[in-house]
């Protein structure tokens, strides 16, 4: 298995709601990512995870809150998002520091979020 | 200015044609180089990925590196309409596994 699950694929959530974004990998990485993409820009990092733990938080708002409940799986917790928060939410992985982490992050397909 | 910078286009080329794509960068601790392309509303797809300066092939695609001058490229042999993406550059240092990207560049090969 090469690849990043993510799901849902689309989301509209209003603002007052919660929902989560879903992301899993089965190659053995223990490095895991969450970015936000919007139209014609590059990925813009939010989290790093690195051995289930939070290694990184890119000075990310509070509604949006990350979990690594194990090295396979990573969520991303949404509430009170804003109408700016809709963009598209690429999750990564990529191989540990310790493995040697020489290759580049495998992406997802993404969550294409609108925020109403 | 930007650690990472690459044109955005978009570039317009002949079905056939030689595609060249670049990044120019400052940080000369970056080791690790990649490219990504990206079709609209997907994740990005690693094409190439090299370490330090050289070349790399793999069918149609070459990646090189210039380290002397802060220079990579990547060049696409034979383009087909199914080559027009977004190509995104991004490399890293031997320090950790952050990947600072390009704003990327479109593509488009028509037929």
């Known amino acids: 298995d090469t690849e990043v699950t993510q799901t849902p694929k689309h989301l509209v959530m209003g603002m007052t709601n919660k929902k989560s974004l879903k992301c899993e990998q089965h190659m053995g990485h223990r490095a895991m990512y969450w970015y936000k993409q919007k139209a014609k820009k590059p990925p813009e990092l939010m989290f790093v995870?690195?051995?289930?733990?939070?290694?990184i938080n890119e000075s990310v708002p509070s509604r949006f809150s990350p979990e690594c409940p194990n090295s396979s799986l990573l969520n991303l917790h949404l509430h009170a998002l804003q109408p700016e928060d809709s963009a598209l939410y690429l999750c990564?992985?990529?191989?540990?520091?310790?493995?040697?982490?020489?290759?580049?992050?495998?992406f997802g397909s993404g969550t294409r979020l609108t925020v109403v | 200015q930007k650690e990472v910078e690459q044109d955005p286009g978009p570039l317009s080329v002949p079905e056939g044609a030689i595609v060249s794509l670049n990044c120019t960068y400052s940080n000369s601790a970056f080791q690790y180089f990649m490219w990504y392309r990206q079709y609209s509303r997907k994740g990005p797809e690693l094409l190439m990925y090299?370490?330090?300066?050289g070349n790399k092939e793999d069918g149609r695609f070459t990646a090189q590196v210039d380290k002397s001058s802060k220079y990579i490229s990547l060049f696409i042999r034979d383009s087909q309409p199914s080559d027009s993406a977004t190509y995104l550059c991004a490399m890293r240092n031997n320090a950790g596994n952050m990947l600072t990207f390009g704003g990327g560049t479109r593509l488009m090969v028509k037929p």
């Open positions: 090299t370490y330090s300066s």
């Open positions: 990564a992985s990529s191989q540990g520091l310790r493995e040697g982490g020489n290759y580049g992050y495998t």
């Open positions: 995870y690195s051995y289930e733990k939070l290694s």
